[in-house]
């Protein structure tokens, strides 16, 4: 059975760096075409995509975040982690982590992202001084 | 970036009614979309991958379908646990996109 979880502060202060873990059991991040990516939901808003990185830390991030965002994997622990700096109020809402699959064009071999099958059950940020 | 517009974003309906939910995408992404259902204080769980393949366990009053720009997610006989928020997403290319959303409330 695939399953993951988000854990961190519930409260972080404006201009404070957040950290999430996300700690995974079913699947490993030592081999194999897979990933685990981070994906936010503000109150009342749709989910956006933050970041990924597989089992090769290969990396990818949102360029709209990319120069606050950090992602990092501990293989030995099945866990992934994501830093994201400089915290706005604007930055509230659900974080989740799911697991991804990393695919690949036929014709160029060049990788494209995967949809995201298995979700945590997602962790609430408030951003509040 | 790639857009992805849902339509609509409120659909009333009563239990037993057959819903359609339209996701059109900016550019072609040829079947490199899914739908997924959240409900309220939940995660967004997964329906349908490609465009139309159904994910294990999904019950098959739920279809999918499209490819390119235009793509669709049918509900044949609407059951109480269906009233809930459905999203599209494209990962044809990074970023991966969600649409804004389908609210499917009770009429």
């Known amino acids: 059975q695939i399953t993951l979880k988000e854990s961190g502060p519930t409260v972080v202060k404006p201009t404070q760096t957040l950290t999430l873990t996300c700690t995974f059991s079913?699947?490993?991040?030592?081999?194999?075409?897979?990933?685990v990516a981070w994906i936010r939901q503000p109150p009342g808003q749709a989910p956006e995509w933050l970041a990924v990185i597989f089992w090769d830390d290969d990396k990818r991030y949102s360029p709209s975040l990319k120069s606050r965002l950090t992602i990092m994997r501990d293989t030995s622990r099945d866990r992934v982690v994501l830093t994201l700096s400089d915290m706005d109020p604007v930055d509230s809402g659900t974080y989740y982590c799911?697991?991804?699959?990393?695919?690949?064009?036929?014709?160029?071999?060049?990788?494209?992202?995967?949809?995201?099958?298995?979700w945590g059950p997602g962790t609430g940020v408030t951003v509040s001084s | 970036d790639i857009q992805l517009t849902q339509s609509p974003s409120s659909l009333p309906a009563t239990v037993a009614d057959s819903v359609t939910i339209t996701c059109r995408a900016s550019q072609d992404i040829r079947n490199d979309l899914s739908w997924y259902q959240q409900r309220p204080g939940k995660a967004p769980k997964r329906l349908i991958y490609d465009a139309s393949r159904l994910q294990s366990g999904v019950p098959s009053r739920f279809s999918g379908g499209g490819s390119g720009t235009v793509f669709t997610l049918a509900i044949m006989g609407l059951q109480p646990e269906d009233f809930a928020t459905y999203y599209c997403?494209?990962?044809?290319?990074?970023?991966?996109?969600f649409g804004g959303g389908t609210n499917v409330e009770v009429e």
């Open positions: 799911a697991r991804t699959p990393r695919l690949y064009e036929h014709d160029s071999g060049s990788s494209y992202p995967g949809s995201f099958d298995v």
């Open positions: 997403l494209q990962h044809n290319t990074y970023p991966p996109t």
């Open positions: 079913g699947f490993s991040l030592r081999t194999g075409e897979v990933g």
